[in-house]
Structure formats: structure tokens, C-alpha cells
């Protein structure tokens, strides 16, 4: 006799042999031992879990001649022929490749003759879910009002797109993905039955592997036993499913960690060269960083929420140790993103590469939001060596130059020897665009070479910083604060006078209460309605916008500054349609045309309005308390503006 594939050979041919699945296994056998048989089940599940062979049990529970406490005989005629698939009046139909109408119009016309040899004719349609909407609707009479001796057993992996005429008419069944220890303890029995050793930790792998499906996983021992082995041992599993195993695993985070980009750039080359599939390799990792956040939340108590050998674990625990919380679920969404990225990559590798070494240099994604540019600057800054924190006087390398009397000597202001001086172009630049130009007058220092005027001095611990940190806080100063309030909006522009200061000086032109909070656009007072409001109505209405017109007509128009307009809308409907994006973009067009300006549109209501008049400042969040003390420890200026 020819070989016959594990999973077949050890297919359940008894209700009792059926892994797991007891709230099924329970209802069937009770519905054929007192007779209570439905026309119609629907068993639903992912791959794997059984639901074709329990209908195939079923199928001869209900037609067995010595049917034993709901369970078949496997031993008469009809259970013989069942099993052989000789029976005629047992039928499996595959919906994927028998999905038309004249299909389901063939199974309508032979449901009216009775059985030849069995009690009951039995149809199981799977993947039932594959039929066309017109074979579902030839199906549905007749899975209504089927003749008495008809049963149809209709299985899917997605139910979710049955009709719900179907569904209604059906008894369903829901298959769980089987444990990891019960696929473990089934493995280690077909295992032995072979004569094969199956080590616990590989019986566990391969279980992990299946995703809880027991099929995939006979499958996957039946490949390793292909090898020839008396002994299966957990490398020998890694071998067959070609991942990478635990020790590389834990070694390339720990790169990862130290920033070791040489290190990482070379163990990608082994997996390349080794044929690992780097898709599969980014989802065990982003599956690793997933246990090092699970270790860093329960404080090490996590053995029975992460599935790995022991010394796998501690390493982990070590691991997660040297992160926050915030670090790890970074490392999960880039890793995350990246696993999606890969499906459409002609490139995958350049993409894996570019990834790993944005992880390494803490480099933020562009579409981040603040709170992560603001964690990726806290990094940095803790990061920074302290000998550049805290240099002695006496320290040697490059120095920025003091712009006035007072400040430190050149020798006294040491600067990283891979950072170029803040008092560059870039800190220059930042510098300028930071002072607003009611708050600073003409400086009285001389031009520099990029065409700017020389910024003020800065201070021994700004200078002390490496200029990767400077630059990420020069881009981070202008931070976006997102609220409904109108009153805590605008371009609030800093008037603390220069962008950096000497250490212990006051900031000019503030007392010490106010110093590093951002000051406001319109001082507490009455909002002013917009003047030229019944100008830009006339000018929609003849544009022929009437569609956002007769949402306006009775709108009032503020000036809330000098580039916005709030329109103040009493019904929620109506703020909610003035506020689509392609009304805003209209109304915003035709204040451009009849105003020659370009000014921004916001829908408020009178509640937001009253406090935009009587507000005097912003309240304080933790993201922006966040900015300011990092604004301060940089030396750079803070400016709060609403987009």
C-alpha cells in the first residue's frame, strides 16, 4: 500500500478521538443519541480545526446501524462504505469549484429521491462561503424546507460572508483553534506511535508554528520526520520551517539595542544568504519585541504569556530591562509597518536595511506625531555622554566662540567630536526664525558667513550638546498643539529674547512666572466679526456654491487673528458640514479671492467663542510641559502654534 500523509493517516474517525472542540463533540452526540437531528449545520473555524471531519462523523453517527451512545460503529456497512467514500448517499461537495448555479440546481433536483442504502442522504458543502449569490439563492428553498431524509453540513472559514438567509437556517457551530499543549501532547503521540523521539521543546515550536491549527501541525512533523531522525530536536524543527532560531534571534536585538549598525547589516547578509524569507523574519521579530513588551508590563512575570524555552525568557527579561515601554512600542510599529511594506517591495532587503538602521539612530518617521519627537529628543538627550554634559574647563576639542563679553572662553565650551558647533548654520538659522520681530530689535553682532546675523551667545550647556539633538529640537520647537478651543489657538510667538541664554539670566522682556510659556496672539478681550463676511457670501452665491451657501446664510464670521476666521455655527449638523474639507477649501478659496489674503477657516460654536474671548492663556498639558522643559534644556525657544 502506498504512503499515506500523517494527517490522514491519523484523521478522527470517532467523536471521542476529536482533539479538543468538546462543546461541538457534546451537542452532536447528544442530538443523535435522542434523534434530535437538524436538516441543516454550519461549521465554522479557521483551517485545521476539524470542522470537515466532524462532519464526516457525523455523517455516519446518524446513518450507523450500531450507533454506541451517539458515537459510529466504524464496523457496519454503511459506515465501511462512508469511510472508503463509496457510499452515494454521502456526498462532499468542494463550493470553491462547484460554485454556479446549475451546480446547486442539480443538488435541488436529486434531494427528492431517498437514499439508496442509508436512513439519511447526507451533502457537505465546503468552503460554502466560495457559492455566487445565485447559487445561494437556488440553495435557499430547499435548505428551508429540504425533504426528511435530506441532512446538509455546510462548512467555512469565513461566515461572515454567508447571506444571512442562509445563516438563519442553519445550526451553527464554532471551532476554537486548538492549545498549544494539546497540539503538543497529540504530536509526542503520533510521534511515539512512528517510533520517533519528539523533544518537548520542538513539540512546542511546531505547535507555535500551526497557529493552532492540529492539521498544519501533523503536516509540519510529518516533514520533520522526513529527516530520518530518531531524536526530532528543536534546531531540527527550525531547520524544516527555515526561521531563525532563538539565539541569533536574541543576538541581533541585542545590536538592535547597542546601535551596533555594522553588526545588524551583517547578520541581514546571513539571513539573505542563507534563503530566509525576510518577511517571515520581520514577523518573528515584531512577534519578539511583542514578548519583551509583554516581560517589561507584568515586571518579569510573564512565563505563561510567552512561549519560549526558559533561557529564551531570561534573556528577554534582560532585555526588556534596558527599554521603556514607549522604546518597545516603537520598535513594534516600525516593525509593523515595515511587515506590511514588504509584501509590495521589489527590493525587500534595501527596505529591511533602511528600517534597522532607522531604528538604530532613533530617526523618527515624518508623519510621527509630536509625543513620539518629542520621546525620540528625550533619547538623545539621554544618551549624550556625560563628559559632554559636564566637561571640565580644561577639556580639549572643538569650542564655540563666545558673542560677548561674559561668556565662557573657546577652550571652556568643548563640543562632541563627531557634532559639528551649534552656532553653525543650522543653530543660526533656528535661532533667527525663533525671535519674533517685536521681541528683538537689530543686533548689534556681526553678519555671519551663511548670511545671517550672528545669533546671541550660547551657553556652556547648550554647546555641550551633540548637534543631531539641537537640530530634532530646533525641528520639534514649533509644536502642535491640537484642541477644539479657539481661545487656545494662534501663532503664539515667544518674546524671552534670544533663542539661547547664559545659565541663570532671566529672560528679557517676562518675569520669572511666565518664563518659557508661549505667549498669545489676541489678548483677553471681544473677538471682532469679520468685516468683509456678507462680501465672501455674495461671492459664493454668485460662483453658484449655493450648496455651502445656504449653510452660511445664517453664520456668524470672527476674527480670531489675524489669519484665522471663526465661523460660529449654533446647530451641530451644520458645524459638521461647514466642517468637510472640501467646504473648508471653498470658503477658504473665496476669502482669498475677495480678500487677496490666504487665511485659515475654523468651525466653532458660542461656548468655544466666549472662551476665546475670555481666556487669557493656554492650559498646560503634559505633552507641552514635556516640550518646555526640553526646549529649555537645549536652549531653544518654544513656539505653540494650531494647525
Known amino acids: 500500500m502506498s504512503y499515506i500523509a500523517l494527517y490522514r493517516e491519523w484523521r478522527p474517525t470517532r467523536f471521542s478521538d476529536v482533539v479538543e472542540q468538546e462543546h461541538v463533540v457534546k451537542a452532536l452526540r447528544y442530538s443523535v443519541s435522542t434523534g434530535r437531528i437538524a436538516h441543516a449545520y454550519l461549521f465554522c473555524g479557521t483551517r485545521g480545526t476539524g470542522k470537515t471531519t466532524m462532519a464526516h462523523i457525523l455523517s455516519r453517527a446518524v446513518n450507523c446501524l450500531d450507533p454506541r451512545d451517539g458515537e459510529p460503529c466504524n464496523q457496519c456497512e454503511i459506515c ?16 470553491a469549484s462547484n460554485n454556479s448555479v446549475d451546480n446547486v440546481r442539480s443538488i435541488r433536483d436529486e434531494v427528492i429521491y431517498a437514499p439508496t442504502k442509508a436512513r439519511k442522504k447526507v451533502y457537505i458543502i465546503d468552503e460554502v462561503h466560495m457559492l455566487s449569490t445565485g447559487a445561494f439563492n437556488a440553495l435557499l428553498k430547499t435548505l428551508e424546507e429540504p425533504p426528511e431524509h435530506v441532512i446538509f453540513i455546510l462548512a467555512t472559514t469565513e461566515p461572515h460572508k454567508l447571506p444571512a438567509t442562509i445563516l438563519s437556517r442553519c445550526q451553527r457551530f464554532d471551532f476554537r483553534r486548538i492549545s498549544l499543549d494539546s ?44 529527516l530520518g531522525k530518531k531524536t526530532i530536536s528543536y534546531d531540527d524543527v527550525l531547520s524544516v520551517v527555515g526561521v531563525v532560531n532563538d539565539e541569533f534571534m536574541a543576538k541581533f536585538v541585542d545590536s538592535l539595542l547597542a546601535r551596533n549598525v555594522q ?43 510567552v512561549d519560549v524555552p526558559g533561557e529564551v525568557l531570561e534573556t528577554m527579561k534582560r ?10 512600542m516603537y520598535h513594534v510599529r516600525e516593525l509593523s509597518a515595515l511587515e506590511y511594506n514588504l509584501k509590495y517591495a521589489a527590493n525587500p532587503r534595501v527596505l529591511l536595511e533602511v528600517t534597522l538602521i532607522k531604528l538604530c539612530r532613533g530617526i523618527v518617521s515624518a508623519n510621527a506625531d509630536i509625543e513620539e519627537r518629542l520621546a525620540a529628543i ?39 567630536p563627531d557634532a559639528h558647533a551649534i552656532a553653525g548654520t543650522g543653530a543660526q538659522t533656528a535661532a533667527k526664525e525663533a525671535v519674533t520681530a517685536g521681541d528683538t530689535g537689530e543686533s548689534d553682532a556681526a553678519d555671519g558667513k551663511d548670511g545671517y546675523k550672528s545669533p546671541a551667545p550660547i551657553d556652556g550647556d547648550a554647546a555641550k550638546i551633540p548637534a543631531t539633538v539641537a537640530d530634532d529640537a530646533a525641528k520639534t520647537r514649533r ?59 455674495d461671492y459664493l452665491k454668485k460662483s453658484g456654491k449655493m450648496s455651502i451657501y445656504v449653510y452660511l446664510y445664517n453664520v456668524r464670521a470672527v476674527l480670531l487673528d489675524d489669519e484665522t476666521i471663526g ?10 458640514t461647514i466642517s468637510m474639507i472640501e467646504h473648508i477649501r471653498t470658503i477658504e478659496d473665496a476669502v482669498a479671492k475677495v480678500t487677496g489674503r490666504s487665511m485659515k477657516i475654523r468651525c466653532i460654536d458660542e461656548d468655544m467663542l466666549q472662551r476665546a474671548a475670555t481666556d487669557g492663556k493656554p492650559e498646560d498639558s503634559d505633552l507641552l510641559k514635556r516640550a518646555r522643559m526640553l526646549a529649555d534644556k537645549v536652549g531653544l525657544p518654544l513656539e505653540i502654534i494650531d494647525e
Open 80 to 95: 465501511r462504505e462512508i469511510l472508503s467514500g463509496s457510499c452515494v448517499d454521502v456526498l462532499e461537495i468542494d463550493a
Open 183 to 226: 497540539i503538543a501532547k497529540h504530536l509526542d503521540v503520533i510521534a511515539s506511535a512512528n517510533g520517533t523521539e519528539l523533544s518537548p521543546n520542538a513539540a512546542k515550536l511546531i505547535a507555535r508554528m500551526s497557529d493552532g491549527a492540529m492539521r498544519d501541525a501533523i503536516s509540519l512533523l510529518d516533514q520533520c520526520m522526513s
Open 263 to 305: 553588526d545588524i547589516l551583517h547578520n541581514v547578509g546571513t539571513l539573505i544568504a542563507e534563503g530566509r524569507d525576510t518577511a517571515h523574519f520581520t514577523s518573528d521579530l515584531v512577534v519578539y519585541f511583542r514578548n519583551l513588551l509583554i516581560c517589561k508590563s507584568t515586571g518579569g512575570k510573564c512565563e505563561d504569556l
Open 319 to 328: 532585555q526588556a530591562k534596558m527599554l521603556s515601554l514607549e522604546d518597545i
Open 378 to 416: 528625550e533619547r538623545k538627550l539621554e544618551n549624550v555622554d556625560p563628559l559632554y554634559r559636564q566637561a571640565p574647563a580644561d577639556a580639549s576639542g572643538p569650542s564655540v566662540k563666545s558673542a560677548s563679553p561674559g561668556m565662557p572662553e573657546p577652550s571652556n565650551v568643548p563640543m562632541p
Open 479 to 537: 509644536v502642535t498643539e491640537s484642541t477644539d478651543d479657539p481661545g487656545k489657538t494662534g501663532n503664539a510667538t515667544t518674546d524671552a529674547g534670544p533663542a539661547v541664554r547664559v545659565p541663570g539670566e532671566k529672560p528679557a522682556g517676562r518675569n520669572s512666572a511666565d518664563a518659557g510659556k508661549p505667549a498669545q496672539k489676541r489678548t483677553q478681550g471681544k473677538i471682532a466679526d469679520f468685516a468683509k463676511w456678507q462680501d465672501i457670501l
Open 567 to 576: 465661523l460660529v455655527a449654533k446647530e451641530k449638523n451644520v458645524r459638521s
